[in-house]
Every structure is written in C-alpha cells, then in structure tokens.
C-alpha cells in the first residue's frame, strides 16, 4: 500500500497545480502515507484533518473541500494520467481517493485512498461521443477577489455602493482626463505649427500629442466605458492583489442602488483539470470575456455568461 500512495505522491509532484482538488490530495496522500502500514478503516481522515493538513483554517470542512465538484471533476479528468504513472512503475494497482458519508451526518466523513486494480486497455476506452457530450460545459463559480492594500478604502466589503454623487464624480473624473488630454495635445500641435528644425524635441512632442491621448483612453478611460456598457470587464491589475488570479469588476444593480464589485469567476477545466479563469478573448473573440484554461489558454476556451453562470466549449481538442 506504500508503493501506491507514493504514486499518488510523486504524481502531484510532477504535476503541480494550484487548484483546490490538487490540494486536497496533496493533504491525503501525505496523511495516508504516515499510516501506510495500518489498515484501510485506520486510514480514514475526516475533513478537518484534511483541512487542517492543507494548511487550511476553516469553520466548515466539508463544505469546504466540497469533494464532488472539486476533486470527482479533478479526478475524472486525471485518472488516465495516474493510471498511466502506477503502469510505468510496475504496479499492479494505482491510488483512488474516496468519501464514505455516515448516516451521523456531514462530520463522520471521511476520505481515504484505496488501491484499485489496473484497468486493461478496454476498460480505458470511453463510448464515441461520450467525453465529448461531458466536456463540453462548465459552471462558474464566483468568489470575492482581494484589492490591493491601496485599493481597500475603495472597495468596502468588497464592493462600490453608488450614489448619484459618485456617479457624477466618475463622469467628472472622466471629462477632466479626457479634456485634459486633449488639450495637452493640442498645446504640443500648436507648438509644433511654429516653422523651425526639426530636433529630437520636436519629435518627442510630436509622439506625445498621439500618445498620450491613447494611454488615456487605453488605461483610464475605455475600461469604465465598457463597464458601463458590458455590465463586467476585466479588473485593472492595480486594483488586484498580487496574490490572486485575475479579476473583474463587475456591475450590479439593486433597486435604485448601483454596486460595483471585485469579483473572480472561475471553473474547473473538464478536458485538463486545471482552472478557468476570465480573460481578454481577442484576437478570436473580440470585445468579450472568455473562459481560459490555465494550463491551455489559447486551446481550452469557454463561453461566459454572468447571467447563467455557464459556459460552453468553444474550442478544445475534442471538437
């Protein structure tokens, strides 16, 4: 049983991943390995000895590991891969993590990895269409995104309640960039109309009257324009903490308030295991957000609906 945890282990190590299912398993396969020797029922953990192990400080343990829609759906796509790993070293069978759920209720579960037997070749192989029709959609999930330390004061609790004044201070803050912009240009055009040679001067303030309006629009302007109108855009990095993955910042409406809020969605990829997170989808999908796989970006993409909170494939190996 050893040799089989340790396959369990060295397969982690290989393929590190900062989802939560990899997490997970990280915490059991090292817990089991300390009572290798034991018997299966003595290697039984409860979630907040998993939790606990992982590093994790939370009220609810189960809850948290949430075992069916994070390490079933992490497992479901990686099992091959494992399998695959405790053939090459010569096992006769590889590490399966598994939850026995009491009739005591949520606390008495436990989670365990058992040695099952090497499956033949056809038992690998899965029905035409099958992987497909399974692959093919995925559900967001949405959590609040951390500011950064500068940004706290902005986003209390997380979000931007809206009043008519803020309102008319972003449409201030707006018309006061974009005027200002346009007019530092048109100081440069005007001193540049003054006939005289042409110096490496003149040149700098020649770009600076197409540049500097551009880095307006680009960085201060365009991404509350499309807040507006798309109702989500991608967070600006300097609102996010370094800590955390991408982030968007999304608009909400709740009555006559309006709220703007730092969130992340995200999803598990069904095709690699890995997670999904919101991004620029250009140069394919202009002007929309798309769902990107972090271990393949640019060929496991998803749809993105904020409504629904769904996606669907819109290019993978499978299609």
């Known amino acids: 049983m050893r040799d089989v945890i340790q396959c369990l282990i060295d397969w982690l190590k290989e393929n590190r991943n900062d989802v939560k299912a990899h997490l997970i398993l990280r915490a059991l396969a090292e817990e089991s390995i300390k009572k290798a020797a034991f018997e299966e029922n003595k290697r039984r953990f409860t979630g907040a000895e998993i939790v606990a ?41 590889y590490p399966k993590p598994e939850r026995i759920s009491t009739s005591g209720g949520p606390h008495l579960t436990t989670y365990f990895i058992k040695a099952e037997p090497l499956p033949d070749s056809k038992q690998l192989q899965e029905q035409p269409g099958k992987a497909t029709e399974q692959q093919a959609n995925i559900d967001y999930e949405i959590t609040k995104a951390k500011p950064t330390w500068g940004a ?101 409406r709740d009555g006559d308030l309006r709220l703007i809020r730092l969130v992340r969605y995200s999803a598990l990829c069904p095709i690699c295991g890995a997670m999904i997170h919101l991004d620029d989808g250009s140069p394919d999908y202009p002007q929309r957000l798309v769902g990107r796989c972090y271990d393949s970006p640019r060929e496991h993409m998803f749809s993105f609906d904020r409504v629904t909170q769904k996606g669907t494939v819109l290019r993978s190996p499978l299609i």
């Open 53 to 93: 192990a992982a590093g994790e400080d939370h009220p609810n343990a189960n809850d948290w590991i949430d075992w069916n829609r994070t390490v079933v759906k992490y497992w479901v796509v990686r099992e091959k891969q494992i399998i695959g790993f405790a053939r090459k070293r010569g096992l006769d069978a």
């Open 152 to 252: 706290k004061w902005l986003f209390q609790n997380g979000q931007i309640r809206l009043k008519s004044w803020h309102i008319w201070l972003i449409i201030g803050y707006l018309l006061v960039l974009g005027c200002g912009a346009v007019a530092l240009s048109y100081l440069g055009w005007f001193a540049l109309s003054v006939p005289k040679p042409v110096t490496t001067r003149e040149l700098t303030a020649l770009i600076s009257i197409f540049g500097i309006p551009y880095v307006v629009w680009i960085f201060a302007i365009k991404p509350w324009v499309r807040l507006f109108d798309d109702r989500i855009v991608k967070a600006p990095e300097f609102l996010v903490s370094i800590n955390e993955k991408s982030a968007q910042l999304e608009l909400l």
